[in-house]
C-alpha cells in the first residue's frame, strides 16, 4: 500500500504559479512511478505529468510543457508540481497517483490521493 496526500492547491490569478506537493507513506516509494492528474469541471480525468522511479519525466505536450515542473525528492517521500504561467484553463482538482509500471492512463495507476483543488483566476 503507498497512501498519498496532496497540499498546496488554492486560487491564483492567471499568470501566476503554484507548487502543488504529493506526500507519500507506505510501501517503497522510491520503486513507483508517480503522476499527477487532474479533473476539470464536467470533463474527464487527465493526464498532466509523471516522474519514473529513475527519475525520468514524461508531459502533457500540448498544454503544460515548457510550464510545469514535476520532480521528486526521495529522501522526504515527496512529489512536487511546480505550475507557472497558470491559465484559467488549468483550473482543475489534481490528483497525485503512484503506479509500479504505468504512467499516462488512468487506469494504469494503483494510489490515489484525495485531489487538491487549483482555480485560476482570468
Known amino acids: 500500500q503507498v497512501q498519498l496526500v496532496e497540499s498546496g492547491g488554492g486560487l491564483v490569478q492567471a499568470g501566476g504559479s503554484l507548487r502543488l506537493s504529493c506526500a507519500a507513506s507506505g510501501r517503497t516509494f522510491e520503486n513507483y512511478n508517480i503522476g499527477w492528474l487532474r479533473q476539470a469541471p464536467g470533463k474527464e480525468r487527465e493526464f498532466v505529468a509523471a516522474?519514473?522511479?529513475?527519475?525520468?519525466?514524461?508531459y502533457r505536450p500540448d498544454s503544460v510543457k515548457g510550464r510545469f515542473t514535476i520532480s521528486r525528492d526521495n529522501a522526504r517521500n515527496t512529489v512536487y508540481l511546480q505550475m507557472n504561467s497558470l491559465k484559467p484553463e488549468d483550473t482543475a482538482v489534481y490528483y497525485c497517483?503512484?503506479?509500479?509500471?504505468?504512467?499516462?492512463?488512468?487506469?494504469?495507476?494503483?494510489?490515489w490521493g484525495q485531489g487538491t483543488q487549483v482555480t485560476v483566476s482570468s
Open positions: 516522474i519514473r522511479w529513475n527519475g525520468g519525466t514524461i
Open positions: 497517483a503512484g503506479t509500479r509500471w504505468g504512467e499516462q492512463a488512468d487506469y494504469e495507476y494503483d494510489y
